[in-house]
């Protein structure tokens, strides 16, 4: 589905919520394509978020709720370089002004749909990840000034994954 979205190689996307199978997929969906997932905490106030999703200049954020997107829509004049705001639950959303807003569910099947045009980009694209793709790209907290964005590789992931089981046995 982001394929059909035009999510590029390189490209950030911002996850917004609590941890649910759904953001994880969305993860995963945005690595598989070259993309970058940037994980905000769902407790964040909109100008935290606001910060993070334009210091990295995400085009793409994936909400969980109608709370997160109501976070986005406060600040959305602030993200120019938002395109789409992709949201997980539809309560409350109904009368919404849905021309920058995408149903997750809505965004599967369309991928779904477009699977065999779009199976020969995804393709590409997963042959030509490696240990040195990033990974994803966390934010700190900010405690001794404004968040700074962490670049961890998948390298960085699976050896730091590896030396805590060989730590703990």
């Known amino acids: 589905g982001f394929l059909s979205l035009g999510l590029g190689e390189g490209d950030h996307i911002a996850i917004i919520g609590r941890n649910r199978p759904y953001l994880y997929w969305a993860m995963v969906a945005a690595q598989s394509v070259g993309a970058i997932p940037v994980p905000l905490y769902q407790d964040s106030v909109a100008e935290e978020m606001a910060y993070v999703i334009d210091h990295c200049s995400a085009r793409f954020i994936v909400a969980q709720d109608q709370e997160q997107?109501?976070?986005?829509?406060?600040?959305?004049?602030?993200?120019?370089?938002?395109?789409?705001?992709?949201f997980?639950?539809?309560?409350g959303m109904r009368k919404y002004d849905r021309t920058s807003l995408t149903d997750y569910k809505a965004l599967q099947a369309r991928g779904r749909d477009e699977e065999a045009k779009l199976r020969p980009e995804l393709e590409?694209?997963?042959?030509?990840?490696?240990g040195a793709n990033t990974c994803a790209m966390l934010y700190t907290s900010g405690t001794t000034g404004r968040p700074k964005g962490v670049v961890l590789?998948?390298?960085?992931?699976?050896?730091?994954?590896k030396a805590s089981c060989d730590f703990d046995g």
């Open 69 to 86: 997107v109501d976070k986005i829509i406060e600040v959305k004049d602030k993200l120019p370089g938002v395109e789409q705001i992709i």
């Open 88 to 91: 997980l639950d539809p309560r």
């Open 124 to 130: 590409k694209r997963l042959a030509r990840q490696s």
């Open 153 to 161: 590789s998948n390298d960085n992931i699976i050896l730091t994954s």
